[in-house]
Each structure stands twice: as structure tokens, then as C-alpha cells.
């Protein structure tokens, strides 16, 4: 029998010649306010030790190398190795995409207006429910690899275009599935909120039998087989109510689930409010919240979780108040909001771009706001989203040779590999 002091030390990785090692190092919980550049822990010429699936130092190249001579060499060649980036809010099980809708908007149908037409959600609902889960499944773990490929380790995908108790507990059934053979981590959110189904919107009656089937069959469904770590709500002006979000969200809670939040996108319904009452991990779009919002996130837990490329395709000439939620005091992340109708992108560091340019994000706040912010987004906090010792071994490696190219390089593909857990998660045709 063998014992554990018999047991073989795990295989150790140097990471080295990195033009910048970005630790991000700090307190394991989000970054609240406005942030230094000294806030990312840029080490020039340094290096990362990895054991196992955990980082184990992180320092200058020369003292790593000196101490451990026998760890086998991950050559960065030059480049940028930072946490890999924890994409907060997607919703990257779909079935087709919505092309069509681009041009109802350049053509001035705003995006309730699609909605109400029968587009927007409920045309991805339509065809997700001609899908079988198999199918689901392929389609699902193309796009995570797609996001892999931009730097993402840590990625949430949401439910939400079922809208039944059959279709949402398949896609639910899916991403379980996607999260144990995607490259990447897979965080599931239950969305059955995401919209009100077209059977359930002909009077007061039919909604309220819908929203009683989502608290009394959907939800225990999800809890009981443990298909999701949280749950969300589309809080919107004709969408969902502020009172009927709480309800479903006091609900999941009780039933253990962590509670996230569309909150204010359009219009400013007090969502965030609600999120920061209910101590949502995050109130995600916000690219309507009012000052009472604003003040509520900064004093609450709540990650504000802004979604930058969505408002942008949408054609919005306003973004999130990004600075004013800095300024409050709150806690800020970025998302890519992946989805088949107002951000069909995988781009990560294209949102980062965005984040500078449109939100007026400094990059240390910008980055921060990519892996430390977004992981605790998530809940995760305390495992991912720096480069320190003990934290897990999620990295990303870009062909810049400073991480303030990572957001300037617009929309240009910059990333070399990424790891997850230690294991390597996508690497370029061009590295090996």
C-alpha cells in the first residue's frame, strides 16, 4: 500500500521568458473603486512555478530558474502571461444565429420592438427547442473553444432559450455535459427567467401560471439534480417586474442557489436596487442605472458586471456608467455577454478594448475587471483570477510585450495558449 508521503510530487512547470508576468496579486475578492496601475503586479522578465493543477511561485526569471533548475520549461517566447480572463455573463448555448435582426436595427426596429415581433429571444427559443441536446452539445463546445482561444479559462453559460421545463432542463442537461469535456471551467446558470414564453403572455392569467411552474416545478427541478450554481432573472420593463424577480430569486435562494441579475439594461427599473437588496453576487448590463442604483451596488457585495460590446452592436451611443460606479466605490467586471442576437462574439480582449475606449477604463482597471472582478463575478474569487501561490494555475499567454497592447490591438487575435488548471486549454497553430 502506498502511502501519501510515498505518493510522486506533482510535475513542476517553469513558465519563463515572459516579457511581463501580470499577477494581479491580491486580496482574493473584488476590486472595489478606481485602480493604480501598480494594482496588476507587472513583474518585467518574470516567471510563473506551477505544481499540479496549482501556481505554486511567481517571481523575476533569473530567481526561479536558479531555484528550480529540474522544472520542466514552458517557453513564453517574449510575450505577456497574465490570469486567464473569467468571462462572467454568456449565453453561448444557442442554436442559429440572429443575423437578420442586425439589419432591422440599422434600419431603426429598436430591440423591443424585435421581441415583440416574435425575434430577439424568442427566435433562438424557437429553434433551441428543435434541437436535440446532442446537438447542443456540438454546437457548445465549438463556441467555449472559440473563447478559449481568446484567453478565456473560467466561463458562465446560461440557460434561458427553453422556456419550458423540457427545453430548459435539456440545455441545463447540456452544459453540465459541455463543462466536463470543454477545455475551459464551465460555471452553469439557471435563466429560465429569460423572457416571458409567447403561450404565456395572452393574459394575467397565463403569466401567473407561468411564473408559479418556474418557482414550483423549474426551480426544484435545477436545485434537486443540481444543474446550476446560480440563478438570474431578466429584470426589465416588459420583461420581468422587480416584484416577480424577487419572488423567483428569494425562491432560488432558498433552495441554495447564488443569485445573479439582468439588471437595468434598457431602462432604469431599479434591478440593481434589487440585486444589492437580495446580495446578488452581480447585476449584470447596467447601461441604464440610476444613481440610486449606483449608490446601492458600491454598498452592497455586488459585482457590477458590465457588458460593453453588447451596447455597442445594439447601436447604443451610451454605455454603462462605468467611472460613476468606480467613483461610488463598487466593484467592477467586464463580460463578452456571448450571445446569438446583441453580442455574437467569443472576443474577449475586443470587450477589453471596449472597456477602454467606450467605458474609460484604465487598462489596470480594465484587466482587473477581466479576471479578478470576473471571477468573483462568479464566486470564485478565492481560486481564480491572479497569478499567486495557492491560487489555481489559469493563465493566458498573448504575443504583446506589454499588457496595455492586450485592449490596443482592436479586435486583432493576440493570444498564443491558455491554461486551465495547469492543463493546456488551446494553444495557436503557431506555438508548440
Excluded at 472559440?146 to 466561463?155: F, I, P
Excluded at 397565463?206 to 416545478?217: C, I, K, P, T, V
Excluded at 440593481?272 to 451596488?297: P, Q, T
Aim: aromatic share 4%; proline share 6%.
Amino acid at each position: 500500500m502506498t502511502s501519501a508521503a510515498d505518493a510522486p510530487a506533482p510535475h513542476e512547470r517553469l513558465f519563463t521568458h515572459c516579457a511581463q508576468v501580470v499577477t494581479c496579486a491580491g486580496p482574493a475578492a473584488a476590486r472595489r473603486g478606481p485602480q493604480s496601475p501598480e494594482g496588476l503586479g507587472v513583474i518585467p522578465d518574470g516567471a510563473v512555478l506551477v505544481r499540479g493543477d496549482r501556481i505554486s511561485a511567481v517571481g523575476p526569471r533569473a530567481r526561479l530558474e536558479a531555484a528550480h533548475p529540474h522544472a520542466e520549461v514552458v517557453d513564453a517566447r517574449g510575450g505577456v502571461l497574465l490570469p486567464g480572463f473569467c468571462d462572467s455573463h454568456t449565453h453561448a448555448l444557442f442554436g442559429r444565429p440572429r443575423h437578420a435582426e442586425q439589419e432591422l436595427r440599422a434600419a431603426g426596429t429598436d430591440y423591443m420592438t424585435i421581441a415583440a415581433r416574435g425575434g430577439g429571444i424568442h427566435a433562438s427559443v424557437r429553434d433551441l427547442r428543435s434541437r436535440d441536446e446532442d446537438a447542443l452539445v456540438a454546437l457548445g463546445r465549438d463556441r467555449l473553444r472559440r473563447l478559449a482561444m481568446h484567453g478565456v479559462t473560467t466561463v458562465e453559460v446560461k440557460s434561458g432559450y427553453g422556456l419550458s421545463v423540457e427545453d430548459e432542463l435539456k440545455s441545463l442537461r447540456a452544459i453540465r455535459r459541455l463543462a466536463a469535456v470543454a477545455p475551459l471551467r464551465v460555471v452553469p446558470t439557471f435563466l429560465g427567467a429569460h423572457e416571458i414564453p409567447l403561450e404565456s403572455r395572452g393574459d394575467a392569467a397565463a403569466r401567473a401560471r407561468w411564473l408559479d411552474l418556474l418557482e414550483h416545478e423549474l426551480l426544484p427541478a435545477v436545485a434537486e439534480g443540481g444543474l446550476a450554481r446560480f440563478a438570474d432573472v431578466f429584470c426589465e420593463p416588459g420583461v420581468y417586474t422587480v416584484p416577480e424577480a424577487r419572488r423567483l430569486l428569494q425562491a432560488a435562494a432558498a433552495r441554495g442557489l447564488g443569485l445573479k441579475l439582468h439588471a437595468d439594461e434598457l431602462s432604469p427599473s431599479g434591478g440593481a436596487e434589487l440585486a444589492a437588496e437580495l446580495g446578488a453576487v452581480s447585476a449584470d448590463h447596467l447601461g441604464a442605472i440610476s444613481e440610486a442604483g449606483i449608490r446601492a451596488l458600491a454598498a452592497a457585495g455586488t459585482v457590477a458586471t458590465l457588458l460593453p460590446h453588447t451596447l455597442m452592436f445594439l447601436g447604443k451611443t451610451a454605455q454603462a456608467p462605468a467611472r460613476a460606479l468606480l467613483e461610488a466605490g463598487a466593484a467592477v467586471a467586464v463580460a463578452t455577454d456571448f450571445n446569438p442576437g446583441t453580442s455574437p462574439t467569443p472576443n474577449f480582449p475586443l470587450v477589453l478594448t471596449l472597456a477602454v475606449s467606450q467605458l474609460r477604463l484604465q487598462v489596470a482597471e480594465a484587466v482587473l475587471a477581466a479576471t479578478v472582478n470576473g471571477a468573483a463575478a462568479l464566486g470564485l474569487a478565492h481560486e481564480t483570477g491572479q497569478l499567486a501561490p495557492g491560487f489555481r494555475a489559469d493563465l493566458a499567454l498573448f504575443e504583446v510585450e506589454d499588457v496595455r497592447e492586450i485592449p490596443y490591438w482592436s479586435g486583432d487575435h493576440r493570444c498564443l495558449a491558455t491554461w486551465v488548471a495547469g492543463r493546456p486549454a488551446w494553444r495557436s497553430p503557431g506555438y508548440d
